[in-house]
């Protein structure tokens, strides 16, 4: 049975069509599950109690729960649990412009990549794009306060997923359903060739964020298992072919690895690889794990790399560090719960 957080606007007009219905009656349910936050059919009291019945046979309207949180000054992690009992995490974050979440899109990662905590335990299954939503609302429950920017950067890697992503972002996109605005929308991908190619044939105006952390190819294999599949010079030539026909800056990130990635030749070979795009860098200091070998960066050798890509011309920033009192690596509180 199909989670009505599962289906985007436009498939519910038609599953009403389907049914005899006005397609308005999808505005109506949108409505009293997103604006209203109302959860069960029998309670949207503007729709006839026959029609109530139909869509409590033909959808289910279970929820994720929340099985732990921790907080720190700005950051609240949490851990969902799902139906089958795996589990998934979500970190909010409280900036000057407003709440931001990152969330996950799938149940472990195959991606691999040498420094992140989600990839250690593999993937499982795809989140069905009900539980993305859920995460946003069950937070937004708990704070009692309104999440404006979303970030598809937890545990699993979203192009991996796509048909689900995209219904989760035109659900939170949707005038009618969390009104998230696109640009106030980003998707991370580890480089994921042919369906960056995709996703810029949607025509939707969300922010595309490169998981680069490597200015070569040597280093970049050894760091991140995709580059093998999907080479650097191509995934440059992607980046070079999605901002022109999205018209889109790509942001390219950057997690600060200490005496791996963090020397002055490294920010110089950044600088060449990245010359002539349409990209800004986000400099992420490292979260360490108690699983992971890596150490992140020194602030000093974060503030010399910044410098170098900023006196060569290129538009870079430097992430401010979040949760450093909590298990904020990505997938590190799942990784607990999983492990007991």
Not at 148 to 169: A, H, K, R, T, W
Not at 273 to 288: A, D, H, Q, S, T
Request: glycine share 4%; aromatic share 8%.
């Amino acid at each position: 049975m199909r989670n009505i957080y599962g289906i985007k606007r436009s498939d519910l007009e038609e599953y009403f069509l389907s049914k005899g219905e006005k397609k308005y009656k999808a505005l109506q349910v949108f409505e009293w599950l997103y604006e209203k936050k109302v959860r069960k059919f029998n309670e949207m009291t503007n729709i006839k109690k026959e029609l109530q019945d139909v869509l409590a046979n033909d959808f289910s309207n279970y929820f994720i729960t929340i099985e732990k949180k921790q907080e720190d000054k700005l950051t609240k992690k949490y851990l969902f649990k799902l139906q089958d009992n795996n589990y998934i995490e979500a970190v909010l974050m409280e900036h000057d412009y407003g709440l931001s979440i990152c969330v996950s899109s799938e149940v472990g990662c195959n991606m691999g990549c040498a420094f992140c905590e989600s990839g250690r335990l593999k993937k499982v299954r795809n989140l069905e794009s009900y539980e993305m939503v859920e995460q946003i609302l069950l937070v937004e429950e708990d704070i009692k306060k309104r999440i404006s920017s979303v970030v598809i950067m937890g545990i699993g890697e979203p192009l991996d997923n796509y048909d689900n992503v995209m219904d989760f972002i035109k659900t939170i996109n949707d005038a009618k359903g969390l009104a998230i605005g696109a640009r106030h929308i980003t998707l991370s991908t580890c480089g994921l060739i042919p369906k960056i190619q995709k996703l810029a044939e949607e025509n939707i105006q969300i922010n595309l964020a490169i998981s680069l952390h490597a200015p070569n190819t040597q280093l970049r294999d050894k760091l991140m298992p995709i580059n093998k599949a999907y080479k650097l010079k191509d995934l440059i030539k992607t980046i070079k072919e999605y901002s022109a026909k999205t018209n889109r800056r790509v942001t390219i990130e950057y997690v600060m690895l200490n005496g791996v990635n963090d020397n002055e030749t490294q920010a110089l070979e950044l600088v060449s690889l990245l010359k002539g795009l349409n990209v800004y860098v986000n400099l992420i200091p490292y979260n360490e794990t108690s699983h992971i070998e890596f150490k992140k960066s020194t602030p000093e050798r974060i503030k010399k790399f910044y410098d170098i890509l900023i006196q060569k011309g290129l538009t870079a920033t430097t992430r401010k560090e979040f949760g450093s009192k909590i298990d904020a690596a990505c997938g590190q509180l799942r990784s607990k719960e999983v492990k007991s």
